[in-house]
Nanobody
Framework: QVQLVESGGGLVQPGGSLRLSCAAS????????MGWYRQAPGKQRELVAT???????TYADAVKGRFTISRHSTDHTVYLQMNSLTPEDTGTYFC?????????WGQGTQVTVSS
């Protein structure tokens, strides 16, 4: 099992920035990819960004150029730097980890972009 704990969410004004963190524990040696997803009220959960063990990243078109996913060099902590936030970025952000058998989810952290 892999446990994921997110932090860093909150309320921010449009144009502002937030940095989310996801700390992984447990059988982290089996994890080969981690990422962030988000879910807005009344909408389906969607991919935001992912990063592999080798550092290969992918981003949703809606966040390219504004969000950056990164990984701590020695453990399975993953970060999501979010800049130029808009109200459309509001939602619950979930950390995700995958191994060869299954995937794991954190409890989520709320991000609200509002003036």
């Amino acid at each position: 099992q892999v446990q994921l704990v997110e932090s860093g969410g909150g309320l921010v004004q449009p144009g502002g920035s937030l940095r989310l963190s996801c700390a992984a524990s447990g059988r982290t040696f089996s994890v080969n990819r981690m990422g962030w997803y988000r879910q807005a009220p009344g909408k389906q959960r969607e991919l935001v960004a992912t990063i592999t063990l080798r550092g290969t990243t992918t981003y949703a078109d809606a966040v390219k150029g504004r969000f950056t996913i990164s990984r701590h060099s020695t453990d399975h902590t993953v970060y999501l730097q979010m800049n130029s936030l808009t109200p459309e970025d509001t939602g619950t952000y979930f950390c995700n980890a995958e191994d060869f058998l299954t995937e794991y989810w954190g409890q989520g952290t709320q991000v609200t972009v509002s003036s």
